[in-house]
């Protein structure tokens, strides 16, 4: 259960001092104390984090509360190279080094992951409202004592004819 984001403005060193605040944290627990982080980090990997306790949630079922930031890491992406003027009619560059950040989240060791009774509950109910639906769509046809339905019984319309020009 992970999440990515690639290409973000920010340098690896700087988003690691940052990261390393969190690793191994509770999710609910890290990302209150982003909040309060002045760094520009911050605010970036608490929205990392975030998409990965969402990912958890919706794609494997699993509890925000009992998860925890198992490895988060930021690695060197892209480099925007862009110059400054200087003087003689020189140029100094300026390197724009971009971060691609990557957080997995997990349960902690020994915890067994709780059964999402509820959301396989909802799926065969769901199912069973569809076929008795269907069922009571068949049986409307069926009885509608030998008439055509709608749709066929309607007159067919009669297409205009376009004007001759003049």
């Given amino acids: 259960m992970k999440a990515v984001l690639r290409g973000i403005r920010i340098t690896p060193k700087k988003a690691n001092l940052v990261a390393g605040m969190v690793r191994g944290m509770p999710v609910k627990e890290a990302i209150n104390l982003l909040k309060f982080t002045p760094k520009k980090g911050a605010h970036i990997i608490s929205k990392v984090i975030a998409s990965a ?3 958890a949630k919706n794609n494997f079922h699993q509890s925000v509360d009992d998860l925890i930031i198992t490895q988060i890491w930021a690695v060197k992406g892209a480099t ?3 110059a400054t003027p200087a003087n003689r009619g020189r140029a100094w560059p300026i390197h724009e080094v971009m971060s691609h ?3 997995e989240v997990g349960l ?10 509820a959301k396989a509950e909802a799926k065969t109910e769901t199912k069973e409202v569809k076929a008795e639906d269907k069922a009571a769509k068949a049986s409307t046809h069926s009885t509608s004592s030998g008439q055509a339905s709608s749709a066929s019984a309607r007159k067919p319309v009669a297409k205009k004819e376009p004007k001759a020009k003049k």
């Fill in 53 to 55: 306790a969402a990912n």
């Fill in 80 to 82: 925007l190279k862009r």
């Fill in 101 to 103: 950040i990557t957080v």
């Fill in 108 to 117: 902690p060791e020994g915890m067994t992951p709780k059964k999402p009774v």
